[in-house]
């Protein structure tokens, strides 16, 4: 948990005195609780899985701990990495969110733009280059990061030719990502990440 709060601090930066920030802050910092929580009580769940052999016969002990040392390692290692990298991005995102909506009186579109390089996902590709007002719905879902280790942006402009979305051939997003974390107020999506499988968070007991 300490490390996933890093990681939003980090990325979302010095709040001040905006009381956008600051909201936005505060949902992200449950939501944060919210998937650590899960996150332990899957880990937990899935070392159960090996206390018993395929007979229904209890494990010794010393073969249940070499199982569970590996669960931990994936959760707590590989995949940990990749989730304090993606709470770091999304937040240093919606941070920017909130600075857009500031200014969206003088620069009111949004650009939004790949790097342009061979990395570059396909459905990501499709989005580089569409302009759209801030306000505008397809930000609730198209909104960058829109995937692990995204490097799309969004550009604010003062003018420029509005893309008409009809017609356009758009590829599917990673559902995980098909969200706007400032105005959802949630890091991680608790309707669709996978930690969240099967649980309501009242249901915890936190």
């Given amino acids: 948990l300490d490390r996933m709060e890093s990681a939003i601090v980090e990325g979302f930066g010095e709040i001040g005195s905006s009381e956008a920030a600051g909201s936005v802050f505060a949902q992200f910092n449950d ?12 880990q937990i769940n899935d070392m159960g899985n090996f206390i018993l052999d395929a007979d229904g016969n ?9 199982s569970a040392e590996q669960i931990f390692e994936i959760y707590n290692g590989v995949w940990l990495e990749t989730e304090f990298n993606t709470a770091k ?7 920017q969110w909130v600075e ?5 009186g003088f620069l009111p579109l949004l650009k939004y733009s790949t790097v342009g390089d061979g990395r570059v996902r396909e459905s990501h590709r499709t989005l ?9 719905a397809f930000w609730d879902e198209n909104y960058p990061p829109n995937d692990f280790n995204c490097r799309c942006i969004v550009e604010q402009l003062e003018e420029g030719d509005v893309t008409k979305l009809d017609g356009l051939d758009l590829e599917e997003i990673n559902p995980l990502f098909k969200t706007n974390p400032a105005k959802t107020g ?7 990440h996978p930690y969240f499988k ?3 968070i009242a249901d915890l007991g936190f």
């Fill in 31 to 42: 939501n944060i609780k919210n998937f650590s929580f899960a996150k332990t009580f899957q």
């Fill in 58 to 66: 209890q494990l010794v002990f010393s073969e249940f701990k070499k």
């Fill in 89 to 95: 991005s999304i937040t240093e995102s919606a941070r």
């Fill in 100 to 104: 857009i909506q500031d200014v969206k």
């Fill in 128 to 136: 580089d280059g569409i302009i759209r007002p801030v306000d505008d």
């Fill in 186 to 192: 949630q890091v991680f999506t608790e309707s669709e």
């Fill in 198 to 200: 099967g649980l309501q």
